[in-house]
T-cell receptor, first 116, second 112 residues
Framework: GAVVSQHPSWVICKSGTSVKIECRSL??????MFWYRQFPKQSLMLMAT?????????EQGVEKDKFLINHASLTLSTLTVTSAHPEDSSFYIC????????????FGQGTRLTVV | KQEVTQIPAALSVPEGENLVLNCSFT??????LQWFRQDPGKGLTSLLL?????REQTSGRLNASLDKSSGRSTLYIAASQPGDSATYLC???????????FGKGTTLSVSS
């Protein structure tokens, strides 16, 4: 299957700082990428959908000014958690599809963010 | 609003047993359904993808079935092994190109 690479796999940052998470499709072009958040023993919750070259669509309750998403190329999307607080500590996972059709979704390895 | 439920939440079996994981969804108008495996602290590994027009998919010891009309899917694991221990997630795609909607998962533990 296709490969989605997410970096870093874990990060610890101080409150008030910003953290950038990268999601890359290594062997295909991803016109659409999705960012999810997962709390312990909970399901994956969709945060936003990003389409290459356009603004991301955020789910209700997700602060777009706090979680900045950029999808400037067909192989890279970034999620920046701005002014991080301890409650932002979570597991963030990205997903990508190769085209507009509902093809198989591939996921990154996830990023464990801890804000201290 | 589509909701996905997985039962049981946790399951423990001895090595060698055949087992079934259940997934149900509230809106039968799905585009496809996908089963994933997630190891602790890791990302998701796609196991099987079933399109809405299909009834089942098989890969090795895994078999997934789909009954759209009843809003159900099952993941059958044959001859379970300790290496199968993980959380199994069911997710549905409701429209072309949209994000998947996930269940909470079933955490499987296979003892040797």
């Amino acid at each position: 299957g296709a490969v989605v690479s997410q970096h870093p796999s874990w990060v610890i940052c101080k409150s008030g700082t910003s953290v950038k998470i990268e999601c890359r499709s290594l062997d295909f072009q991803a016109t659409t990428m999705f960012w999810y958040r997962q709390f312990p023993k909970q399901s994956l919750m969709l945060m936003a959908t990003s389409n290459e070259g356009s603004k991301a669509t955020y789910e209700q309750g997700v602060e777009k000014d706090k979680f900045l998403i950029n999808h400037a190329s067909l192989t890279l999307s970034t999620l920046t958690v701005t002014s991080a607080h301890p409650e932002d500590s979570s597991f963030y996972i990205c997903s990508a599809r190769a085209g507009r059709l509902n093809t198989e979704a591939f996921f990154g390895q996830g990023t464990r963010l801890t804000v201290v | 609003k589509q909701e996905v439920t997985q039962i049981p939440a946790a399951l423990s079996v001895p090595e060698g047993e055949n087992l079934v994981l259940n997934c149900s969804f509230t809106d039968s108008a799905i585009y496809n359904l996908q089963w994933f495996r997630q190891d602790p602290g890791k990302g998701l590994t796609s196991l099987l993808l079933i399109q809405s027009s299909q009834r089942e998919q098989t890969s090795g010891r895994l078999n997934a079935s789909l009954d759209k009309s009843s809003g159900r899917s099952t993941l059958y694991i044959a001859a379970s092994q300790p290496g199968d221990s993980a959380t199994y997630l069911c997710a549905v795609g409701t429209q072309a190109g949209t994000a998947l909607i996930f269940g909470k998962g079933t955490t499987l533990s296979v003892s040797s």
